[in-house]
């Protein structure tokens, strides 16, 4: 009781407290648009390097220091969409994080 199997190894299991609905992603479309590529790159970076959203879409080439480092020099501001210094850092100041080799690939692929 309180559980409910939806095939392909998903199995919903009824919790203690607050109930919330789940959400499955329908099977991909066919359609495949041009912001899919761009938001998979935002995705790949803030999950393999640790960037914060902001940071992940002023993504560029430039910042590859080495084969393992990427360096964030600035971001983007959230509501006005303009390059903006890193948060608690001024215009100039950067920070590097590692770079895994799946992540540097996409991005040399996406370029």
Not at 29 to 58: K, Y
Not at 74 to 82: C, I, P, T
Request: charged content about 25%.
């Amino acid at each position: 009781m309180g559980e409910c199997d939806f095939g392909a190894g998903v199995v919903v299991r009824r919790g203690r407290g607050k109930q919330f609905p789940a959400v499955l992603a329908a099977p991909r479309q066919s359609q495949h648009h041009a912001h899919d590529e761009d938001l998979r790159l935002v995705m790949e970076m803030m999950t393999g390097c640790g960037l914060r959203n902001g940071e992940a879409h002023a993504t560029n080439v430039n910042g590859l220091v080495s084969q393992d480092v990427y360096r964030i020099n600035d971001q983007v501001h959230g509501r006005q969409r303009v390059p903006t210094p890193l948060k608690h850092r001024n215009w100039g100041e950067f920070r590097e994080t590692p770079m895994p080799a799946k992540t540097r690939a996409y991005l040399m692929q996406y370029t």
